[in-house]
């Protein structure tokens, strides 16, 4: 049967990686303590919270333009942990959304945790709101929510786009403290120069493993780990492996569609070495046996 | 209502998902607690199992509209084939009964300002008025562009238009997209008095940050280019390194691109890790 060289090790890399994760949640158990460094983002929220607590204004949180996806679920669950912290204190909060899924499962989480702590009677039915879909329009409704609200804290946390300095440049211009803390890395330097604590790529994943120390969450993180050495050995192996095999002489060169042939003598190109094979599917041939067509079907197999 | 037209087996596809999707949100309201944990981690389970096979499982090759399948891989890869997008538009459907209840939100907030007089009451009638105006013109427009008597001739461009074509054309191009645009245009002045505090010369790693963004800025600015490369160029091989735009080169190269990939690495196992917590439910609750 043929089918696309779908670059097999690539899968297989991802396969591994998975394993690694898989592995170390299962291992983790019930084993709690397993360490995992400061990471001072996350050790602001609370002193966040406390400031907006003795300021008696509202705490707002924005969980980015992103659809309903494992970031926002991420974003959501931080959400979570400063909603349970500013319900015990009474502080108000504002969660402000762009998709209407993300809005419905967020109004659920934070009912559920006023729920939980047994304050159901100081959640506020308005305290989550669907603003806008459109990017600028929400970030225009967010800007005027934070000037009139004079929010004190505010978290801008998940997948945020060209929006985000318009958030942060305001929630600045009123002396807010700002956690924030984008997937995209095209914005981290937005947040880095106008807020006051930046979560950086994989920190932003690390928090519920580490505002909860849960081993199942932990354990993941220690995957994470394990998985990114694995990575620095791939690349080590492939760098020397480019290196070594660009410096050799070869007569033989292979066409992307995998057909070799007898060449002049020359130094290994780039896309005649293993490494560049590996993560190169290669063109494939025509069917070698046609398929069959479904009757009535005009035309003719490929 | 005439089903024959292009687009009514759609609409009966609509009414019809619309149905069930209000069922099955009935049902599992009603369904005791105990149902709907393991009701909601096996349909998880089972729409991220499908996105799990169809990156494994191998692609079948050059695939016809009406290719009959060889052998069972091949089974196997046309039915994945087919059930993604099934499987994304079973989470469109899903995506749009939840827009409902954004709009729900949005409504219910606003009017309740609007009619209580709360303070600012005068910008929640704004919001109400223009949703409903946009609304009614929006598909007042889509009706009469494509299925109006006229249709034909109104897509063909302004000159034939109606007053409510140039009415939603005013809304949308004239007003919405305008402001859509003024407030993109806001960002520049954010990034000046963002790059004024990034600046400023704080620590040691402010100072690197200013002394790699200066050099950046400076390695764009042509005549500044041509001035400092003169002056370090056509000495030796070794001096042409210190050419402006081969030190920004050798910033963005060695310090820029392998650090957004390392931080590109970390999210991407970030996301592999919560989706899998996620698709296998070992995600569950709030942060506690």
Redesign the interface.
């Known amino acids: ?4 060289d ?1 670059g097999w090790l690539a ?1 297989a890399f ?2 591994l ?2 394993f690694f ?2 592995f170390n ?1 299962f291992r983790a158990g019930k084993s709690t303590g397993l360490y995992i460094r400061r990471i001072p983002g996350l050790t602001a929220i609370d002193e966040a919270i406390g400031r907006a607590t003795e300021m008696g204004r509202p705490v707002l949180m924005v969980p980015g333009l992103g ?2 996806n ?2 926002s ?2 974003a ?3 959400f ?2 400063v ?2 912290t500013a319900a015990r204190f009474s502080t108000p909060i504002r969660l402000c ?1 762009s998709v ?2 993300v ?2 499962v967020a ?1 659920e ?1 934070v009912r ?2 006023y729920q ?1 702590e047994g304050l159901i009677d100081r959640y506020d039915q ?1 305290s ?4 806008s ?5 929400f ?2 409704a967010v800007g005027g929510l934070i000037l ?1 609200e004079q929010t004190a804290a505010t978290f801008f946390l998940g997948e945020f786009y ?1 929006e985000s ?2 958030f ?2 305001t929630a600045n211009a009123i002396g807010a403290i700002q956690v924030a803390g984008s ?1 995209e ?1 095209t914005q ?1 330097p ?1 947040f ?3 807020c006051d604590y930046v979560l ?3 920190e ?3 928090a ?1 493993a580490y ?2 120390r ?1 081993p ?2 932990v354990g ?2 220690i ?2 780990d394990w ?2 050495l694995s ?1 620095m050995v791939a690349i080590m192996i492939g760098f020397l492996s480019v290196a070594v095999q660009r410096n050799m002489t070869t007569t033989v060169h292979t066409d992307d569609s995998g057909v070799t042939h007898q060449v002049a003598a020359h130094k290994t190109l780039e896309n005649e070495t293993i490494a560049y094979h590996m993560f190169n599917p290669r063109t ?1 041939p ?2 070698a ?1 046609p ?4 009757q009535g ?1 005009a ?1 003719g ?2 | 209502m005439n089903f024959g037209h292009p687009n009514g087996p759609a609409l009966l596809w609509g009414i019809g998902t619309a149905v069930v999707g209000l069922l099955l949100t009935y049902g599992l309201s009603n369904a005791p607690p105990s149902w709907r944990r393991p009701a909601v981690t096996i349909c998880t389970f089972l729409a991220g199992a499908v996105y799990v096979a169809y ?2 499982w ?5 695939r ?8 069972f ?2 089974s196997v ?1 046309f039915w994945l084939q087919d059930a993604v997008p099934v499987a994304g538009n079973i989470a469109n459907t ?2 749009i009964f ?6 729900y ?2 409504m ?2 606003h009017l ?1 300002r609007l009619f209580g007089m709360h303070k ?1 009451w005068f910008f929640s009638g704004v919001v109400i008025v223009s949703m409903l105006t946009m609304v009614v013109a929006g598909y007042w427009n889509y009706y009469l562009v494509k299925y109006g008597p006229n249709a034909a001739v109104l897509s063909a461009g302004p000159a034939q238009w109606t007053p409510l074509n140039r009415f939603y054309d005013i809304l949308f191009d004239g007003l919405y997209q305008t ?2 645009a003024a ?2 245009s ?2 520049a002045f ?2 000046l ?3 004024y ?2 600046f400023r010369v704080r620590s040691v790693e402010a100072t690197i940050l200013l002394a790699a963004a200066l050099l950046m800025m400076l390695s764009l600015m042509g005549p500044f280019v041509q001035l400092w490369n003169s002056g370090v160029g056509g000495h030796s091989a070794f001096v042409d390194n210190f050419k402006i735009d081969e030190i920004a080169m050798w910033i963005r190269k060695s310090f820029q691109e392998p650090g ?1 990939r ?6 991407g ?10 698709w ?1 439910s ?2 569950r ?4």
């Open positions: 049967m043929q089918y696309y779908t899968v991802t396969v990686l998975v994760i898989l949640i659809d309903l494992a970031i679920i991420q959501l669950k931080i979570a942990y909603t349970r959304t209407a899924p809005y419905t109004q989480i559920d945790v939980s308005d989550v709101q669907f603003l879909d459109r990017q600028f329009a970030a225009a009139r060209a300095l318009i942060a440049e997937t890395n981290t937005f880095i120069a106008a950086i790529a994989d932003f994943y690390a519920s505002l909860t849960q199942v969450l993941s993180l995957g994470q998985s990114k990575i494939p025509p069917l046996t398929r069959q067509q479904e079907a035309g197999g490929k | 990156f494994l191998p692609k079948a090759q050059d016809g509209p009406h290719d009959i399948p060889r052998g891989s091949e890869a899903l995506s939840l827009l409902g209840l954004g709009i939100s949005l219910r907030i309740k600012d402001m859509d407030m993109f806001i960002i954010y990034i008095s963002a790059a505090r990034a957004i390392a931080l590109q690495f970390g999210v196992l970030g996301a592999l890790a919560m989706g899998l917590r996620l296998l070992l995600e609750g709030g942060v506690n």
